[in-house]
């Protein structure tokens, strides 16, 4: 009984591994499908767009000279800058069935951290959300360079009603999914549509390392 038991379970997790990668070689082939639709599209196309649909094409073109560059934003424009923190904040914010938070921006996207507050000032929305987690953040990062006893004598304090991580994320989910968001969004990204890279031999790269890079750190 225990060892057919056993093979049940070995059964299950060998279906579950194969179901796993035929999913992942899915996304990976949509990731390279979206990549080489906006690759080739000149800023007249681009403009052109739905409002979700050009925000998606310029985060693909963006984070295409990201991800070659290894991180560096050395070349990028202040609005590819913009639409990169954008795009990389809403993965952080709103992606399902992971423990990511507006935190995992904070330790991950470093560099980034400097447009941030652009992106709230386009959105007209969600600043103060954003300004309180970057808050909590400094708080935290300080509170490492304490001495051990400083941290035990605070512990003593009385507990506070202070919000969380996950309360900041929360809060700028609704802000992200928001259809209006998508739309101011959109309409800044038209009104730059001039100052995106067009350069063909810099679309050429392959964005699934980059978006795998993603996914490994947000399983647990």
Do not use: W
């Amino acid at each position: 009984m225990l060892n057919f038991i056993i093979e049940v379970i070995l059964a299950l997790l060998i279906v579950r591994t194969i179901t796993n990668i035929i999913a992942l070689k899915k996304q990976k082939g949509k990731i390279n499908e979206l990549q080489n639709k906006y690759a080739a599209m000149g800023p007249d196309e681009l403009a052109a767009l739905p409002d979700n649909e050009i925000v998606e094409g310029a985060s693909y073109k963006v984070v295409n000279r990201y991800s070659k560059l290894h991180g560096g934003l050395g070349v990028l424009s202040e609005v590819e800058k913009n639409v990169l923190t954008f795009d990389q904040m809403k993965i952080c914010c709103t992606t399902p069935g992971t423990k990511m938070s507006i935190n995992a921006f904070f330790t991950d996207y470093t560099s980034l951290i400097i447009n941030a507050e652009n992106v709230f000032d386009i959105l007209e929305e969600g600043k103060e959300a954003y300004q309180g987690a970057y808050q909590l953040y400094l708080k935290i990062e300080e509170e490492y360079k304490k001495d051990i006893n400083e941290v035990l004598d605070e512990y003593d304090e009385p507990a506070t009603d202070e919000k969380t991580f996950l309360d900041y994320t929360n809060d700028l989910r609704k802000v992200f999914l928001k259809e209006e968001t998508t739309a101011k969004m959109a309409a800044y990204i038209r009104s730059h549509v001039n100052e995106f890279n067009y350069d063909p031999d810099e679309d050429d790269d392959d964005l699934t390392d980059f978006y795998d890079d993603d996914d490994e750190e947000t399983e647990e």
